[in-house]
Structures are given as C-alpha cells and as structure tokens.
C-alpha cells in the first residue's frame, strides 16, 4: 500500500510518527493510499525549514517571485486532467465538477500573478519641512493553509499564491480525507517548477499538525477553511498565540424564489446549486423559500429536477452527481433527513437508501427535497452538508428576507427574480457576505473576496484578491528626516 510522504524543503520525507489513515475511493470504497497523521514534530520542522527559506525568498523581488507562479499556472495546466480525475477519486463529485473547481483554483494563480503593483507602497512628502513619511508592505513570514475536503484542489490555492507572491513562504495541511490532490500537485510542482526548497511545504495529518500550527511561534499567519466549530477553534487559539487568522466555516444557504421568476431557469439553477458535488460546497443553496404563487410551480420543478438528477461514479461524464464523502457522511444525512420528518417537514423526495449498480459499497445519498420545513424548527439551522433542499414558503419578500436574515450563518444568500426593485432591495438588506441575483452558487471571482457572514466567517480579511495581500502582508510606517543642510551639495 501506498504510503504519502510530507514534503519539506524540497523533498518527500516520511513522517516521523507511526499512525496513518486509509484514504479510500468513496464510489467504490476501495482503498488507494495511507496518509500520515503527523506528528507536532513534523509541523516544527516544516516551520522551522520554511522561516529559514523566507530569508532569501522575501529578498526575492516581487516580478522575480511572480515568474513562479506563471509556471505554476503551466504546470497546473499541463495536469489538469490527472489532477481532476484524482479530486474525483478522493472526493467523489463529478469529472466536470473537479474540472470547474481547478478553472477556480489556476484562476487564483493567474490573479496573485499581479501582485508587484497591488504590493505597492505609499509615500507623503514633507509631511513637516523636510520630512517624509512612507508605508511600505512587507511578508508576514511563515503562514499555514488548514483546509476542507470538499475543494481539495481550488480552496489550498485562495491563499498559496498571494502568500508566495508577497514574500512568505508556506504550509499547506490539506484534509486527511483527501490528501492525494495537493499530493499530487506538490509532486508536479517538485519536478518543474524549480521553487527554492523550504518556500512551499506539505504536512499532512489531522487535529495534532493543526494545534502545532496554532502553537507554533515561527507560524505567523492561519488560513482555514472548514466547519463553524473547528473554524472557532481555529480563530480563538490563534488570537491566543498571538497569530493572524481566517476562518471560514460552515453554511446553510437560503435562496429566495419569487412569483415573477422565471421557474425553468430557477429550478435549474437551484437544483446544480443544491445537488452539485452532493450538496457538499459552501455555498450550496440547502434552503428555497418560495414568495406567494412562486410555492406550487417551483415545488413541482424542482422535485422532477430532483428525481431526475443522474447519480452515479464521477469519472462517468454522463452523471450529473457523485457520491457524499464517505459512510460517515452519509449516516449523518440520513440521519438528518429523519429529523427533519421528525420536526414535522414532509419528505417530498427521499434520497436515502440509494443503491447504485456496481457501485453498492459506494457512499450514496441521492438527492432529496424536504417541505414545509419551519424556519423555527432545529433542521432548519443544522448543516446538513449533503444533496438535502428544505422548502419553506413565505407570504412576502419582507418574511423571506427575514428568513434569511434569521439565521446563524451567512454565507450566501440569492434571489430569483424578474424585478430590478426587489433585486435591489434583496441586495441591500440580506445579511450575507455572497449574495446571488438569479444565480445559484455565488462564488466570487479570484480578483474579489470570498466573503462570508456570521457564523461563516471568523477574522477581518477574507481570502483571494486585494484581501489576500492585505492578510499576508504587515505595513511599515517609516518617518525620515532629511536637513535641508546635509544636502546642499545637491
Ligand atoms: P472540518 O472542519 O471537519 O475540517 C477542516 C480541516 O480542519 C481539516 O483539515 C481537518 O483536518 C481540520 N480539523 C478537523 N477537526 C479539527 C479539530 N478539532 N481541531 C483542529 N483541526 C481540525 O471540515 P470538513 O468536514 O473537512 O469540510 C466541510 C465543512 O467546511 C463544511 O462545514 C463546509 O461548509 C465548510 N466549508 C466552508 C467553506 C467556506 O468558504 N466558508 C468552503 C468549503 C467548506
């Protein structure tokens, strides 16, 4: 069996401890390699190795630095395919699904390629008589991804690029569940990208790698992606070691259906956002809430959408959905889906128990649609983090944007509409850091924030874009005085 290697300062090493986990094909449960789960002495050493390469390497001018990247977008697209099919594998959404999050992950790198002019500093001349006063941007030093399973291969590169591209050098922790994906990318990158060793490093594991990067006082700057839990950990003991921290955490995205959209295109849309990757994205829409008369036309569609929906292995390209990301996962659904029926929802579409021909030992949830769902009720704010849809009914869009304004997170919000009135209304007042207007899945683009809202975000400076600089740089004010006496002879 195949066993996964960190890769410090330039070379694949074993971990140091002795504990790994099987990483397992969720469609087929077949097993493909070991991860380790590194011990705190591996996460040291990475530290300690990568401040020692971000000596030179923040001496390294921005342009030079950039040239990295350009390659790096060469090599990620010289092996899009084989890094697609390997998300598909560990992860279980579909080939097109893996394809389109890698179109997102090299859009980072081909944004974080600008950052020369956007790491510009400033400066005020004769702030008093003869003297200056500027602000100049420097790296933070040693910074740390501590990412998700559901984006294996885009969410490491919100953060990887800018934080190379401003002069840190880095760790990436990827989840234990699907580690092969930046396996795999750090190997391409090990052969042809030529990086100075110790600038970019791997250390794979679970809770133990992830208390050292907290603790760890050579680690300057955390950037984590996951559940709202683990994200508040994440921000608290980060503010107590004295670190920078972004933590984006879990969601239960509501979109609003009013009686003037247009349903075909609504129900397409809400049903790629609800039952894309198995439910299983953070900005998957889990709750509709219909607006007067919009309540009969969309529940019809959008339970034939559901029915219909074509579930099976990802590598086929003909399926329209994958697998959840494992047993586990799958239970817990199930087990929600139950709750949700015990809290008085009607299960209009029921997606447990699914069998998929020579898949049976797979992780299968097919799609499925709760109704009548009352926003009160626990299931409402639970994330279920799976192909489940909750169907709640509103009386006015004032009640459904209080709906949407009720809840305890806040990662995206959408309305689907003809009226530029209600859009603009819905923009203004839904309190959500992603907001879509007859979109389903509200990702912004590599050159504007992530944001998130609430529970779903915990720090100040989100990743991609200008925030991305911001979070991996630290201003330097400096004040100079310049006698107009010392410079006479010029
Ligand atoms: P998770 O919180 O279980 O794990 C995320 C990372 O944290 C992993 O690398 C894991 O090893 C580590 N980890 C887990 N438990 C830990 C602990 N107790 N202490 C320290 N580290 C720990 O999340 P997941 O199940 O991998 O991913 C799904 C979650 O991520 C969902 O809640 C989803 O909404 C969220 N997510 C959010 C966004 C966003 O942009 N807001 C994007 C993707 C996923």
């Known amino acids: 069996m195949i066993k996964l290697k960190n890769y410090i300062n330039g070379q694949w090493v074993e971990s140091s401890g002795l504990e790994y986990l099987d990483v397992i094909n969720p469609a087929t449960y077949e097993v493909m390699c070991q991860v380790p789960l590194s011990p705190a002495a591996d996460v040291a050493r990475a530290a300690e190795i990568a401040a020692e390469a971000q000596k030179a390497w923040r ?28 998300i598909t594998k560990e992860c279980g959404k579909t080939i097109g699904e893996s394809r389109a999050e890698m179109i997102r992950a090299i859009e980072n790198v081909e944004v974080a390629c600008g950052i020369p002019m956007l790491m510009q500093g400033d400066i005020s001349e004769d702030i008093a008589t003869g003297i200056d006063e500027l602000m100049i941007r420097q790296p933070v030093g040693v910074a740390a991804a501590v990412v998700p399973f559901n984006f294996p291969g885009m969410i490491p590169f919100w953060f990887l690029p800018y934080a190379l591209a401003c002069g840190n050098t880095y760790i990436v922790k990827p989840s234990e569940k699907v580690p092969m994906t930046m396996q795999y990318i750090f190997e391409m990158f090990d052969e042809y990208l030529d990086l100075p060793p110790g600038v970019l490093n791997l250390v794979h594991g679970n809770k133990v790698a992830v208390d050292e990067i907290l603790q760890n006082p050579i680690i300057r700057a955390i950037s984590f992606v996951g559940s709202t839990p683990v994200a508040k950990y994440i921000y608290s003991q980060g503010a107590k070691y004295g670190k920078r921290v972004q933590a984006q955490g879990g969601a239960k995205n509501p979109v609003i259906v009013l009686p003037d959209a247009d349903i075909d295109m609504t129900t397409r849309i809400v049903a790629d956002s609800a039952f894309g990757c198995a439910g299983q994205r953070c900005l998957a829409a889990s709750i509709a809430v219909t607006v007067g008369d919009a309540r009969r036309t969309f529940t ?18 003909a399926v329209q959905m994958g697998t959840v990301i494992d047993k586990g996962s799958q239970a817990r659904i199930e087990s929600l889906i139950q709750q949700g029926a015990d809290q008085g929802a009607g299960v209009l579409v029921d997606g447990r128990n699914a069998i998929i021909p020579n ?38 869009i004032d009640d459904a944007i209080a709906i949407v304004n009720g ?18 209304k819905f923009r203004y007042e839904a309190q959500a850091g992603n907001i879509g207007i007859n979109i389903g899945v509200a990702a912004p683009m590599a050159f504007f924030p ?22 991996f740089t630290q201003t330097k004010v400096v004040i100079e005085r310049w006698p107009k006496e010392w410079s006479r002879q010029f």
């Open 59 to 86: 001496r390294t001018p921005a342009v030079k630095r950039v040239q990295y990247l350009f390659k790096m977008k060469a090599v990620l697209d010289e092996h899009f395919e084989e890094i697609a099919q390997t």
């Open 359 to 396: 898949f049976e030992s797979g992780s299968w949830v097919r799609p499925t649609i709760l109704q009548d769902v009352d926003p009160r009720s626990e299931i409402a704010g639970t994330e279920i983090f799976g192909p489940v849809l909750s169907l709640m009914h509103a009386n006015t």
């Open 300 to 317: 019809e569609a959008i339970a034939d959408a559901a029915s219909e929906r074509v579930v099976g292995y990802g590598l086929d390209e």
């Open 450 to 471: 992530f944001s998130g809202w609430k529970d779903s975000f915990f720090g100040t400076l989100h990743g991609q874009a200008k925030h991305a600089v911001e979070f």
């Open 407 to 424: 809840a305890q997170y806040g990662n995206m919000a959408c309305l689907f509409t003809s009226s530029g009135a209600a859009a603009r």
